[in-house]
């Protein structure tokens, strides 16, 4: 009952702090290619079984032979943006095959009502499967390096990037920007990768508090964590499309601290 309290507390809190985002948002089309940003990377739709259902996601792919590492990229609850879809490519540049889900099966919104009403309606078990299906989806391409498979999300991305690391013991790392952690360690001791942490100082839907507190529960059963707080800065800093609250220069040095932590645990 607290963890659904909380949880509606914090929609609240994301809902009036950061009203004035726009995201043009767009659905994913069935089994074709999209587009290919540059000769460095190929990007398509893909369907995975998930359950009983298909769902599509985004994959974007370095050209070249070899095994690459990768990356199961998750949405804020706008859905999969185009900015998400940016994200992927750029992963891709850098050598990551990078498959952005859609846990909402399609459905995006630039409203932040409709972004409340699409976290309150999904069910956690079913995007906790899909977060699972991912991982075996991706651990069957041939072009990817199995041993090297992480995660990452923003807002509520970051929290089931979080759970992806909760629930699949094979994860070799997971990056939770400004996303819901937990403080059980009971539950931390199921992760079984390093984990980074990207947040803002002055977040009001997640405090300082609440990350220092699973720092403190990580660090009791052995976790390897990594914190990073940035000044002046509240939540979801990294999101271009977030007018009231976007920075520049300090979402370009979170992103040298995710891709320094990638380099080091993922290439």
Not at 92 to 104: C, E, M, N, T, V
Not at 142 to 150: A, F, L, P, R
Not at 170 to 190: A, F, H, P, R
Request: proline share 4%; hydrophobic share 40%.
């Amino acid at each position: 009952m607290k963890i659904v309290l909380k949880l509606f507390v914090l929609l609240l809190i994301m809902y009036s702090s950061i009203v004035n985002v726009a995201i043009a948002a767009k659905e994913i089309a069935g089994g074709s290619k999209e587009r290919q940003e540059e000769d460095s990377i190929e990007t398509s739709t893909v369907w995975y079984v998930s359950g009983t259902d298909s769902v599509g996601a985004y994959l974007a792919v370095p050209k070249g032979e070899g095994k690459f590492p990768a990356l199961i990229v998750i949405h804020e609850w706008w859905g999969l943006t185009p900015w998400m879809k940016g994200n992927a490519d750029s992963f891709a540049k850098k050598g990551y095959i990078a498959l952005a889900i859609d846990l909402y099966r399609g459905k995006s919104t630039s409203d932040p009502k409709e972004a409340m009403d699409l976290v309150k309606n999904l069910p956690k078990e079913r995007a906790i499967t899909d977060l699972k299906s991912a991982y075996n989806y991706l651990s069957n391409l041939t072009s990817v390096d199995t041993q090297k498979i992480g995660s990452i999300g923003w807002c509520f991305g970051g929290g089931y990037s979080f759970q992806a690391a909760l629930n699949i013991p094979q994860l070799t790392m997971c990056i939770v920007n400004y996303g819901t952690l937990s403080s059980d360690e009971n539950l931390i001791k199921n992760i079984h990768c390093p984990v980074l942490c990207i947040f803002g100082e002055e977040d009001k839907a997640i405090p300082p508090a609440d990350v220092k507190a699973f720092d403190k529960a990580a660090k009791n059963v052995g976790l390897k964590v990594d914190i990073k707080f940035f000044p002046g800065v509240g939540h979801a800093f990294m999101n271009p499309g977030n007018t009231a609250g976007y920075k520049k220069e300090t979402a370009d040095s979170a992103w040298e601290d995710i891709y320094t932590f990638l380099d080091k645990n993922l290439k």
